[in-house]
């Protein structure tokens, strides 16, 4: 069984990681399909949405430990560099995606799962979900990314404790720090990520794609920037064919193409 998979269906990318019988830990192969897939859907402008998630129950519970230990004694600090700067493709790639990005977290997220996650633009978790900054456990610093992306998420402090202690984090804390956006049951994950994922591929390719950027690099520009940047793009926005049909379905009192789905009955 391949170890990575990825469907596209309704303008939606899955990827999918598929190790459970390793808790979907991050190997060569998962690696290169998904450096593989991220490529296919920076080219591929018919995909609006993304979701990422695990098989078996489990999201990933980060690097390969049996992979780690049989290099610890072998490995040069270089060769651990060259080989880490390899994985930044990845890290570069979900970073600069321009398409929303929906993460579906069962079980553990630990160490590199949770790094990824916190790339996503939403994430959708279960009550069983577990996020932990791992790797301080094992004598490492975080990686892939994460060193980066934590502190923008729940601020400097909180990345502090979860990194400096790496402690284990359950759904609703996370909920609480800002990680995860919803809570859903179990048995109806697969269902909502869907629901979501849809609802963010019928919003303007255009308009989703310049806010995330847009967002994506507001903490390191000042206001003056980003209000040319807004100026600029807008006109962009504007012109485009989807926002003139929504602006003549408002004018029509027809239903717009984008409606957000309701979560009452899902969220927890």
Excluded at 162 to 178: D, H, K, T, Y
Excluded at 181 to 208: C, G, H, K, M, Y
Excluded at 217 to 223: E, G
Aim: charged share 25%; aromatic share 6%; net charge neutral.
């Amino acid at each position: 069984m391949p170890a990575f998979l990825m469907n596209i269906e309704g303008g939606v990318a899955t990827m999918r990681l598929n190790r459970p019988e390793a808790k979907n830990a991050l190997n060569t192969e998962i690696y290169h399909g998904l450096e593989k897939a991220l490529l296919q859907i920076r080219e591929d402008r018919d995909v609006r949405a993304v979701v990422l998630t695990g098989a078996g129950g489990v999201f990933c519970a980060g690097g390969d430990v049996k992979v780690i230990n049989a290099n610890v004694d072998s490995d040069t600090p270089e060769a651990r560099r060259d080989r880490l700067r390899g994985v930044h493709r990845i890290v570069k790639l979900l970073a600069d995606l321009d398409r929303p990005l929906v993460a579906a977290v069962d079980g553990p997220a630990y160490g590199a799962g949770f790094s990824f996650a916190l790339f996503a633009d939403m994430v959708l978790a279960t009550p069983r979900a577990r996020f932990c900054m791992v790797f301080a456990r094992i004598g490492f610093i975080p990686d892939y990314g994460a060193l980066y992306t934590l502190p923008r998420v729940v601020g400097l402090n909180r990345a502090k404790d979860l990194m400096l202690s790496g402690r284990e984090l359950g759904a609703q804390e996370a909920r609480e720090m800002g990680i995860v956006n919803e809570i859903v049951d179990v048995d109806r994950l697969e269902d909502r990520t869907r629901q979501v994922a849809q609802a963010l591929a019928s919003a303007s390719p255009v308009a989703s794609s310049m806010t995330k950027i847009a967002l994506n690099r507001s903490l390191s520009m000042d206001l003056d920037t980003m209000l040319e940047y807004e100026a600029a793009h807008q006109g962009i926005a504007a012109a485009s064919g989807y926002a003139k049909d929504a602006v003549q379905r408002f004018a029509d009192k027809k239903p717009p193409a984008f409606q957000w789905p309701k979560a009452s009955i899902y969220q927890i």
